[in-house]
C-alpha cells in the first residue's frame, strides 16, 4: 500500500530537449540570465543538464491540488518572536573584519571595475607608451 | 574510560578516578589513531589541552561548573569557532577564521566542555553521505569493525561504507570514542541520517528552541543545530544546557521547561504511538522493516497503545525541500563573492567577472547546481509555480502532522533511513541530488513541520552495521519524545562498539590526504 512517488534517478533522464516539447527544456537566452543572476560559471553542457534535471523533479509538486492553501515560510508563524531593542550593543571591530578580506585599502575593501566601468576603460585605453607620460 | 557516557565521566572526575587533563590526551591520541576515518577537519589539540588544564583546576578546587566541565566534544566545521578555522568542508571557506564563536559553541565552552576539533561533512551541509567536501569522504568506524568484517568477510580497504550526512564527521567522532558529544547541523536529516548509520543517538530539536547564531545557513527557516551523544540522557543533558532564547537569533523561543533528568522508569501505558503507513516506503529494507516492527510490538506488550496513522503529503516533502532548499540556499550563498571574506580568485577583469570565478573556484558541482536552479526557481515567471507552490506544499504537510497529534497521538514511530549503511563505492554511483532526495526521505518531513526528531540505534544488521529508528514529536515536546527514546534504548540492547572488537587502526594504505594533523601527546 505504499504511495511513495518513484524518485527519479539523474542517470538516463538527461537529454530532455530532443523529441517532444519539454517542460523542463531551459532555453539558451534563459541560461545566459540565470548565469548573469547566479555568478557560478555553470553555462556548461554538464550545468544546463543538472538544472533540466532539478527542474523536472520539482515538476512533481504540480501534482498536489493546494488551491485555497496559503504558503508558509516559516513554522513559527503564530508566534510573536522576541525582538532586541534597537539599541546598538556591540560592534567597533572593523579591523578584525577588514582582516578577513583578500585585499583591502585602508578601511575600504577593495572590488576590480564593475563591468560597464571595465568596458569603458578598455575602449578608453592610451597606447602603452603614452601611459607614463 | 572512551567508551563511557557523559554522565558516567563526570562521576569519574567527581571520583578521581580520571582527569580532564588525562581524558583529553586519551581523546587527542585517540584521534591520531582513527585519522583514516577522515572525522575531523581541524584538531584543536593545543587549545584542547589548555581548556582541560583549565576544567582540572576547576575540578581539582571542587567548584566544576557543570555536567559537561571537562567533556571532550566536537563541532561540525560549519559552526562559527572563534579564532578556529570553520570551512564548511568548502574551498570558498577553506582559509577562513571567524572572530566569533556560534552561539551553541559558546555556550558548550561558558559549561567547560572541551573543543577537540571540527568535524568533516558535506560542503556547505548538501548532501547525505559526507563523500561531497573538499577534504575527502568521512568513514564509517563500523567498516573497521568485528561484525561487519566477519558478516560481509571484508577485507579489501575499499570494502569501507559510508558515514551518512552532512554531519558525518561529528557522528563519526561520537561513534569512535574520540568525543562524547558533537554538533551537527539538520535541515533535512543531515544530524539524524549519519546518527542511524553510526549507530549513535542522534536529536534535532524543535525549531527555534535552539540558537542558530553562528551557523552558516543552509535553508533558514529549517536549519535546527543537532546534538550527537551516546546515550538518550546524555543528549537530554546537552538540550538543556543548549536550549533557549537567544538575543542574538530572533527565532528562537523560550525552552518550555528547564531540562532536569529524564525519569529512568517512564511509564509507557499513557503513550499513543503512531505508525504513519506512509512509511513503507520503496527501497525500504527488509530487515529495517523488522526491527520497526520489534519496537512497535515492544510499545504494545508494554501497554502503550500502538495506532496506524496517514500524512498523506509527506510523500511530497523530498521534492517540496528541494525547491524550497534551492531557492534559500541562492539566495544564502549570494554572500560569497571573494570581496569581504574567504576564497577570492586572481582573475579581476570586472566585478562580475571576479564574482563568477571566486564562486566556480570556491564552490563544488553540488553547490553551484543548486545556486542555479534555485535562481530558475525564484525567476518571475516561475516564483509561483515553484517556490510559492512549495511553500503551499509545506502547510500541507505540516497540517498532516498537526492533525495526527491533535488526535492524541504522542510519537511517531519511523525508520531513520531506507537501510544500513552503502559501501563507498556503491554511494557514489548516484549523483547527490538522488542520493539526498533517496537518504532524507524519512527525516525531511519533521524540518518541514518543525518538529523534534530522534534517531536512535536499535540493532545490527546482517552486514553488522547499525540500524537506526526514528521517534518525531509535537514542537517544543522535546523531553516527552526523549522519554520515549530512553525507554526504547533501556529495551533494544544496542551494542557499544567497542564491545565489537575495535576499530582497526590508522593504516598507511589508505590513500587518505594528510591534513594539519599534529601528532598527539
Known amino acids: ?133 | 574510560m572512551l567508551s563511557l557516557t557523559l554522565k558516567e565521566v563526570s562521576q569519574a572526575f567527581r571520583e578521581g578516578r580520571i582527569s580532564p587533563t588525562e581524558l583529553c590526551k586519551k581523546c587527542l591520541n585517540r584521534i591520531q589513531r582513527t585519522q583514516h576515518l577522515n572525522a575531523f577537519i581541524t584538531v584543536t589539540q593545543e587549545l584542547s589541552l589548555k581548556q582541560a588544564q583549565q576544567s582540572e583546576i576547576r575540578l581539582s578546587q571542587g567548584v566544576p561548573k557543570g555536567p559537561l566541565d571537562g567533556i571532550p566534544f566536537a563541532v561540525k566545521d560549519n559552526f562559527c569557532t572563534e579564532n578556529v578555522k570553520t570551512t564548511c568542508a568548502s574551498r570558498m571557506l577553506k582559509d577562513y577564521t571567524p572572530p566569533y564563536n556560534a552561539t551553541v559553541v559558546q555556550k558548550l565552552l561558558d559549561q567547560g566542555a572541551v573543543l577537540m576539533g571540527k568535524t568533516n561533512m558535506d560542503e556547505f551541509a548538501m548532501g547525505a553521505g559526507s563523500v561531497d567536501g573538499t577534504f575527502g569522504p568521512v568513514r564509517n568506524p563500523w567498516s573497521y569493525a568485528a561484525p561487519y568484517r566477519a558478516q560481509t568477510g571484508a577485507s579489501s580497504d575499499s570494502d569501507w561504507v559510508v558515514s551518512g550526512g552532512s554531519s558525518g564527521g561529528s557522528a563519526v567522532a561520537v561513534a569512535s570514542l574520540t568525543s562524547y558529544l558533537a554538533l551537527g547541523s539538520d535541515t533535512g536529516g543531515s544530524t539524524r541520517n549519519p546518527g542511524a548509520l553510526c549507530g549513535v543517538v542522534a536529536l534535532k530539536p524543535s525549531y527555534g528552541l535552539l540558537s542558530r547564531h553562528g551557523l552558516i545557513p543552509l535553508v533558514n527557516s529549517m536549519d535546527v543545530p543537532g546534538i550527537i551523544t551516546r546515550s538518550v540522557s546524555d543528549g537530554a543533558t546537552v538540550l538543556g544546557v543548549l536550549q533557549g532564547l537567544d538575543i542574538r537569533d530572533s527565532t528562537t523561543v523560550p525552552a518550555p521547561s528547564s531540562l532536569t533528568d529524564l525519569p529512568e522508569d517512564f511509564d509507557i501505558r499513557n503513550i499513543c504511538v503512531g505508525i504513519p503507513k506512509e512509511y513503507h516506503a520503496p527501497g525500504l529494507s527488509e530487515e529495517t522493516v523488522v526491527q520497526w516492527s520489534r519496537v512497535a510490538d515492544l510499545f504494545e506488550r508494554a501497554g502503550a497503545r500502538v495506532e496506524q496513522v496517514s500524512l498523506p503529503h509527506t510523500q511530497y516533502s523530498i521534492v517540496c525541500y528541494h525547491v524550497l532548499c534551492n531557492t534559500e540556499v541562492a539566495s544564502n550563498m549570494a554572500r560569497f563573492d571573494g570581496l569581504e571574506y574567504g576564497h577570492r580568485s586572481t582573475m579581476d577583469s570586472s566585478t562580475e567577472v571576479m564574482y563568477a570565478s571566486t564562486r566556480h573556484e570556491g564552490f563544488n558541482d553540488v553547490v553551484r547546481s543548486r545556486i542555479l536552479s534555485g535562481n530558475y526557481f525564484l525567476l518571475k515567471q516561475n516564483y509561483d509555480n515553484y517556490f510559492v507552490k512549495a511553500q503551499k506544499v509545506r502547510r500541507l504537510i505540516t497540517d498532516d502532522f498537526r492533525r495526527v497529534f491533535t488526535s492524541g497521538v504522542d510519537v511517531l514511530l519511523t525508520p531513520t533511513t531506507l537501510t544500513d549503511a552503502a559501501r563507498y563505492l556503491d554511494f557514489t554511483q548516484e549523483d547527490n541530488r538522488t542520493r539526498s532526495a533517496q537518504e532524507d526521505v524519512f527525516t525531511q518531513p519533521a524540518n518541514m513541520a518543525g518538529l523534534p526528531a530522534v534517531s536512535l540505534p536499535v540493532a545490527l544488521s546482517r552486514r553488522g552495521l547499525p540500524i537506526g529508528l526514528q521517534l518525531i514529536g509535537p514542537a517544543l515536546e522535546d523531553k516527552k519524545l526523549l522519554c520515549v527514546a530512553q525507554w526504547v534504548e533501556q529495551r533494544v540492547a544496542f551494542p557499544s562498539i567497542s564491545d565489537c572488537g575495535d576499530i582497526q587502526e590508522s593504516r598507511k594504505d589508505t590513500g587518505m590526504t594528510e591534513r594539519e594533523q599534529t601528532s598527539a601527546v
Open chain 1, 1 to 133: 500500500g505504499s504511495i511513495f512517488i518513484p524518485i527519479l534517478s539523474c542517470k538516463g533522464a538527461g537529454n530532455g530537449r530532443c523529441g517532444t516539447i519539454d517542460p523542463a527544456a531551459v532555453p539558451a537566452d534563459l541560461v545566459d540570465k540565470l548565469e548573469r543572476l547566479a555568478l557560478v560559471d555553470f553555462r556548461t553542457k554538464q550545468g544546463l543538464a543538472c538544472l533540466e534535471k532539478a527542474v523536472r523533479f520539482a515538476g512533481q509538486l504540480h501534482a498536489v491540488d493546494t488551491s485555497g492553501v496559503e504558503p508558509m515560510d516559516s513554522v513559527l508563524e503564530d508566534r510573536a518572536l522576541h525582538l532586541r531593542g534597537d539599541a546598538v550593543t556591540e560592534g567597533d571591530c572593523a579591523e578584525e573584519l577588514l582582516g578577513l578580506a583578500e585585499r583591502t585599502v585602508e578601511e575600504y575593501f577593495v572590488a576590480p571595475p564593475g563591468m560597464a566601468e571595465a568596458a569603458f576603460m578598455s575602449s578608453h585605453q592610451l597606447p602603452e607608451n603614452h601611459r607614463e607620460e
